[in-house]
């Protein structure tokens, strides 16, 4: 085998047509193996020889796409002092475009004895671990184009690859749960008929099912579990492990960018899957564990855990840096999708302890040419000292406004003096963002996401249900913020399902008349549920996967037991479907719902009448005053959004205004009579109405003059145009 110096970067395996170039990193490493492995089980290593600043290297003529590998590392095993070295492990390329295989549990991937965690293990892991792939990073993209769509037009709809597309009636069962099943016409029509702009996908970096999950015969689900940051998760594609998952992810891509539909990644840069100190040794920690974790400053042996995942990368090292930095380019210039959902986003700002706004992470994604110039969302918040962040990034970032969830949900199920707090998160949230220059689109707006109750569940539990995950319900959240409409778990009483499906229709109204960039949970258009599991991260089956109505013709008959008619649940998910079409479709015809600056709350000159661009009134039609914010039964609320006062730019530049509307909320748990008020508008016509069971199609609700009461059932919500 012929072995050329090669370079030292770029890091991993880089195919160039003729041979492969390798680069790993490690600066404690005596020496390093390479180990191109052989599917009759045999392997050739070859020693990197060449070093350049602990980058070791080589180049092979011949080796082409498809060649497994791996990397042995000969250097210190000394635990006290951070080092866990070890060359009976088989290492993952941090770099890998690609994996192969899966790990067979087992004592032969860990570093130490089971039971025995002080002594040295040296079985070898090769047999039982995953492999590294060298790909071929040619595709044709053809004319493929980022939608670039402006946050201010943008609807996020997060979804799981396999979640989403396991049980669609229209797939063939080759593609359920894949990357090529995204890209199927199906999954297509309905998310641009649905009105989304944006798909964020739950993790798809490569990533591994626990040890102890699989031995009790479940799953990583979610994915939140990262061990490769520039590999596709291989159990996604359809058809091989080999580099074909890198040829159907850019597949998915594009076909979702020629339908106008932006792919965002749901990325963990937090952590690793090798877990603490007791977990196993796959990549970085036999690489170089100092350098790539976080150790206890008192104890090498342990780390410093902010995750609540077992380890915390070390976001000081040069290295991480570089790495995080590096995979966030190749999956914007290679893989070409269109921005980022950070989860556990305050670890990546903790240099040392705090969490730091002024991070080395945050100045090297600012300077970035590539990575500042597409959607970055962070989780605000970790579980460490002072980890929840909430309108604390910097100016560049949007964040999943918590406060937002909390607030919405409090107001629908009646908790008192809501009303002030809600009237920031309506508008924008203006009190966590104005303050360092960015605007409502800095708000990603959300009721339910994958974490929790999903938004039939938020109506129907107010107790979680995780005994399937095997931990007696001590999993999840507790404190939900839900309310069962009175009965606890399903229900076949027809008032009850009434007023559920009422809430639901409020949430999504809520959430969609907001100002700031909503993001609906996949599924919760139609109102899918977890059966009360408000953590189904380890349930890869019926409980986590989206059910899909039928289409109207082909009722679904109710199983054996089932106490709800499937024909009432599969006419209820499609009046559901229909009326949240129907909201994001009102959302994105009028630009009075997703301003790109915040309210003024004063009189906007050359508009009609001087109204000002926002004005809140009472049930009564009067001005609210500072006593009728903070009364504790207050529940109810009209608000008046005026088009006159936005302007967008039409299709030859002019600027074109939009329609003013009245938007009632009616929080209380009786009937309340609304006066419109009398110098607002002469005409209004109902367009949404979450007290009718289609909720209104717009433009065909009744007309409404000044000063007219209309009459809210409990908890509703009427959303009014002025004629």
Known sequence: MQVWPGQ????????????????????????????????????????????????????LPGVMPGQRYGFRVHGPYAPERGHRCNAAKLLLDPYAKAVSGRIDWGEAVYGYPFGRPERRNDADSAPHTMASVVVNPYFDWGDDRPPRTDYHRTVIYEAHVKGLTMRHPKLPDELRGTYAALAHPAVIEHLTELGVTTLELMPVHQFVHDHRLVDAGLANYWGYNTIGFFAPHNAYASWGDRGQQVLEFKSAVRALHQAGIEVILDVVYNHTAEGDHTGPTLSFRGLDNASYYRLAADDLRHYTDTTGTGNSLLMRHPHVLQLIMDSLRYWVSEMHVDGFRFDLAATLARQFHEVDRLSSFFDLVQQDPVVSRVKLIAEPWDVGEGGYQVGNFPPLWTEWNGKYRDTVRDLWRGRPRTLAEFASRLTGSSDLYQGDGRRPLASINFVTCHDGFTLRDLVTYERKRNAANGEDDRDGENDNRSWNCGVEGESDDPRVRALRARQMRN????????????????????????????????????VAWVRWPPPAATPTPAPAGDSEPAAAADLEARRMLAFTRSLVWLRRDHPVFRRRRFFHGRPVTGTHDALSDIAWFTASGTEMRQRDWQAAPANALMVFLNGDAISEPGPRGERVRDDSFLLLFNADSAPLDFTLPPHHGDHWQVVVDTALPDGVSPGAGPMARAGDRLTLVDRSMVVLRRG
Do not use: K, W
């Open 8 to 59: 030292p970067y770029p890091l991993g395996a880089t195919y160039d047509g003729a041979g492969t170039n390798f680069a790993v990193f490690s600066e404690v490493a005596h020496r390093i193996e390479l180990c191109l492995l052989h599917d009759d089980g045999t392997q050739d290593a070859v020693e990197l020889r060449e070093t350049d600043a602990f980058v070791r290297h080589a180049y």
């Open 507 to 542: 949430f999504v109204a809520t959430l969609l008349l907001s100002q700031g960039v909503p993001m609906l949970s996949h599924g919760d258009e139609f109102g899918r549920t977890q059966h009360g599991n408000n953590n189904a991260y380890c349930q890869d089956n019926e």
